[in-house]
């Protein structure tokens, strides 16, 4: 199977900054895509930024500029880099990856993360 694990989240206040990072782990033939979402109370789930294995980034324009995403293949891991933080960033961040588990696969398949908290508050 696959795991994919958040860490880093918690409170800051607003200016602050945080660091995310996110581990896949399991049966994991290769990554395409990793990126990271997040849903704030009464939201839908919105993106934030992805990063491919070649290292294109795509970032909400709501963090752009604040936000720096960034990924280590070798070790199939993805970071956030949150400065400048905002009360409205205040969200469960969600990882996720597009993955293919076997040479085999044809399609790529995405999978989730559990989410971490992130509140930013005074």
């Known amino acids: 199977q696959v795991q994919l694990v958040e860490s880093g989240g918690g409170l800051a206040q607003p200016g602050g900054s945080l660091r995310l990072s996110c581990a896949a782990s399991?049966?994991?033939?290769?990554?395409?895509?990793m990126g990271w979402f997040r849903q704030a109370p009464g939201k839908q789930r919105e993106l934030v930024a992805t990063?491919?294995?070649?290292?294109?980034?795509n970032y909400a324009d709501s963090v752009k500029g604040r936000f720096t995403i960034s990924g280590d293949n070798a070790k199939n891991t993805v970071y956030l880099q949150m400065n400048s933080l905002k009360p409205e960033d205040t969200a469960v961040y969600y990882c996720?990856?597009?993955?293919?588990?076997?040479?085999?696969?044809?399609?790529?398949?995405?999978?989730w993360g559990q989410g971490t908290q992130v509140t930013v508050s005074s």
């Open positions: 996720n990856a597009d993955l293919r588990k076997t040479s085999y696969d044809d399609i790529y398949f995405r999978y």
């Open positions: 990063i491919t294995s070649g290292g294109s980034t």
């Open positions: 399991g049966s994991i033939f290769s990554i395409r895509t």
